[in-house]
C-alpha cells in the first residue's frame, strides 16, 4: 500500500484540543451504536432497530441498523483510542448526515420536537475531527512517529 496515504490517514498537528471533542464524542456514539447492534442501554438491538429503520423507508432494515450500528460504535471506539480518526470521524459525519436527512429534518431544529439539532451538533464534531485529525493524545500520533522515534 502507499505510505504516502498510509502517513494521510494518521496524519495531525492539531495539538491537543481534538482531545476534548473525541472522547465524550467518541463515548456517545459508541453508546449509541451499542443500542442499535446490541440493544444495551435500552436500545431495541439489530431487530428492532431494523424493523424500525424498514418502517421509514431504509431498506432492508436489518442492514441499515447494522450499518449504522458498525458505524457508530466502531468509529466511536476510534474516537476514543485516537485510532485511524479522520477516516472513522469522515464514516460518522456521513452517518449524521443520513440520521438528520432521513429521520430528523422535517421536525425543525430543536431536540424536544425530535429536530436535527443534537445530530447537527454531532456532525460538526465529527466533521471537525475529519478534518484536524486525532491530536498528539493518540495512537495515530504514535504510529505517524518515525520508526525510529516510536
Known sequence: MNTRLIDRLFATDAGWSPLALRVPVGI???????QKLFGWFGGYGL???GQWMASIGLTPGYLMAMLAGSAEFFGGLALILG???????AVLAFTMAMAILTVHIGKGLFLTNNGYEYGLALLVVALSLTISGAGRAS????????RGNR
Open 28 to 34: 456517545i456514539f459508541a453508546a449509541h451504536g451499542a
Open 47 to 49: 431487530e428492532g432497530t
Open 83 to 89: 485510532l485511524l480518526v479522520r477516516p472513522a470521524a
Open 139 to 146: 495512537l495515530d500520533t504514535v504510529l505517524q512517529r518515525p
